[in-house]
């Protein structure tokens, strides 16, 4: 400290001590208050989101990322939106950052959308700016990564796109919207009676959201997302279309499509560990084809071609059946055969003990002996008996 001496007599020695104990005698230096500073940043950022502030937005970034991200949501009816910064990494006036994005949509979603943000930032003038956003982790894109989203609303649906055309999702909107009555008809009106649809520009815009890659998602027309045995707070599920393999559907395959997937929706909250694919996806098939007076061979020509060769299959099909990159003729009989157990359930015991069962299995938590549990308490039958039962159905409806 220029002009003093520590230790000139006791009294001032004292002094100096005390001085030292909070900043030494040569000082300390300040707290890097950076994190802190980016919060309140990152605050202003989810604030001018929120209401729509272009010039607020970009006061937040630079005049690189300055605009990226709100012109490309605008559209999105937003609930919340905010960042938690949960790591910083800073190299002179250059950070990196890990933040947590909690975002909701309005109307569908109870509770924050959780995901991972990567970003990146600069210090000019002693203020923290952003340079860029962009996901993180394991998770996938958000819609607007992709581009600038059109949002169209139905009756029952929120349609979300990237490079599609308004009448196109409008389409959309209304295969929702005939898709969420009919399951409500099904399954009963325990759930929301809403979906939100995602419609990116292509397959990769798909596997991008999905946060895997394309190859395995090629020939899905769509997929739903969601939190399983999810709860009345968790965020809404989202359905996703593959643009390339929806769009060389019929119009019955369209319907039944966004169908199934509306099912996997409403059944949800009773969708959980317990729950095996082919009961899961089978019943979303039951559902997405009732009324639709198509038979047995029509809905499930692989099994059908295996049962005329002889090739009954010995037993409902296991989860791994169901896998998006193996073979399709096995993927589509696991499919057929789920499908072909429900509508088992609903021909002998009828639909309201069909979806008795559905929930009866979820709802037992773990997978060991919910099935079996089930069998025995809503159908009075066993395993074996039931599987014989559908072995007969198999050469029955399809010979």
């Given at each position: 400290?220029?002009?003093r001496?520590?230790?000139?007599?006791?009294a001032?020695?004292?002094?100096?001590?005390?001085?030292?104990g909070?900043?030494?005698?040569g000082g300390?230096?300040?707290?890097?208050?950076a994190?802190?500073?980016?919060?309140?940043?990152l605050?202003?950022?989810?604030?001018?989101?929120?209401d729509?502030?272009?010039?607020?937005f970009?006061a937040?970034?630079?005049?690189a990322?300055?605009?990226?991200?709100l012109?490309?949501?605008?559209?999105?009816p937003?609930?919340?939106w905010?960042y938690?910064?949960?790591?910083l990494?800073?190299?002179g006036?250059?950070a990196?950052?890990?933040?947590?994005?909690?975002?909701?949509i309005?109307g569908?979603?109870?509770a924050?959308?959780?995901?991972?943000?990567a970003?990146?930032?600069?210090?000019?003038?002693?203020?923290?700016?952003?340079?860029?956003?962009?996901?993180?982790?394991k998770g996938g894109?958000?819609?607007?990564?992709?581009g600038?989203?059109?949002?169209?609303?139905?009756r029952h649906?929120?349609?979300?796109?990237?490079?599609?055309?308004?009448g196109?999702?409008?389409a959309?909107?209304?295969?929702?919207?005939?898709a969420?009555p009919?399951?409500?008809d099904?399954?009963?009106?325990?759930w929301s009676?809403?979906?939100?649809?995602?419609?990116?520009?292509s397959?990769?815009?798909?596997a991008?959201?999905?946060?895997?890659p394309a190859?395995?998602?090629?020939?899905?027309?769509?997929?739903?997302?969601?939190?399983?045995g999810?709860?009345?707070?968790?965020p809404?599920?989202?359905?996703i279309?593959n643009?390339?393999?929806?769009?060389?559907?019929?119009d019955?395959?369209k319907?039944?499509?966004?169908?199934?997937?509306?099912?996997?929706?409403?059944?949800r909250?009773?969708?959980?560990?317990?729950t095996?694919?082919?009961?899961?996806?089978g019943?979303?098939?039951?559902?997405?084809?009732?009324?639709?007076?198509?038979?047995?061979?029509?809905v499930?020509?692989?099994?059908?071609?295996?049962?005329?060769?002889?090739?009954?299959?010995a037993?409902?099909?296991?989860?791994?059946?169901f896998g998006f990159?193996?073979?399709?003729?096995?993927?589509?009989?696991?499919?057929?055969?789920?499908?072909?157990?429900?509508?088992?359930?609903?021909?002998r015991?009828?639909?309201?003990?069909?979806?008795?069962?559905y929930?009866?299995?979820?709802d037992?938590?773990?997978?060991a002996?919910?099935?079996?549990a089930?069998?025995?308490?809503?159908?009075?039958?066993?395993p074996?008996?039931f599987?014989?039962?559908?072995?007969?159905?198999?050469?029955?409806?399809?010979?």
């Amino acid at each position: 400290m220029a002009g003093r001496r520590c230790g000139a007599s006791r009294a001032w020695l004292s002094v100096v001590l005390l001085l030292a104990g909070l900043v030494g005698c040569g000082g300390r230096a300040a707290p890097d208050t950076a994190a802190a500073d980016v919060q309140r940043v990152l605050d202003r950022r989810a604030a001018a989101v929120l209401d729509r502030d272009d010039a607020a937005f970009r006061a937040t970034g630079t005049a690189a990322g300055a605009g990226q991200g709100l012109a490309s949501l605008r559209e999105v009816p937003l609930s919340a939106w905010s960042y938690r910064l949960a790591d910083l990494n800073r190299s002179g006036d250059r950070a990196t950052a890990r933040a947590e994005l909690r975002y909701g949509i309005d109307g569908y979603d109870t509770a924050p959308v959780k995901v991972d943000r990567a970003l990146g930032l600069t210090r000019t003038g002693g203020t923290w700016r952003v340079t860029s956003d962009e996901p993180a982790g394991k998770g996938g894109d958000q819609l607007w990564d992709e581009g600038t989203v059109t949002a169209v609303r139905g009756r029952h649906s929120l349609v979300l796109g990237v490079g599609q055309s308004d009448g196109r999702l409008r389409a959309f909107a209304g295969l929702a919207d005939r898709a969420v009555p009919a399951v409500s008809d099904a399954w009963g009106a325990d759930w929301s009676r809403h979906v939100v649809v995602l419609v990116p520009k292509s397959l990769e815009g798909m596997a991008g959201l999905l946060g895997a890659p394309a190859s395995g998602y090629r020939g899905i027309a769509a997929v739903t997302t969601g939190e399983a045995g999810g709860s009345a707070k968790a965020p809404a599920d989202r359905i996703i279309v593959n643009p390339d393999a929806y769009g060389v559907l019929g119009d019955l395959g369209k319907q039944v499509v966004l169908t199934h997937e509306t099912t996997h929706v409403a059944t949800r909250a009773h969708t959980t560990a317990a729950t095996p694919l082919w009961l899961s996806e089978g019943y979303a098939d039951w559902a997405g084809y009732r009324g639709s007076g198509r038979t047995a061979g029509q809905v499930a020509p692989e099994l059908q071609r295996a049962v005329a060769e002889g090739d009954v299959p010995a037993a409902l099909p296991g989860d791994g059946d169901f896998g998006f990159s193996g073979d399709a003729g096995r993927l589509a009989r696991a499919y057929e055969g789920g499908w072909m157990a429900c509508r088992l359930i609903a021909d002998r015991w009828g639909e309201v003990r069909l979806n008795d069962f559905y929930r009866a299995v979820g709802d037992h938590g773990k997978r060991a002996g919910a099935v079996d549990a089930a069998l025995r308490e809503v159908l009075h039958t066993t395993p074996e008996s039931f599987t014989a039962l559908w072995r007969q159905y198999l050469r029955d409806q399809l010979s």
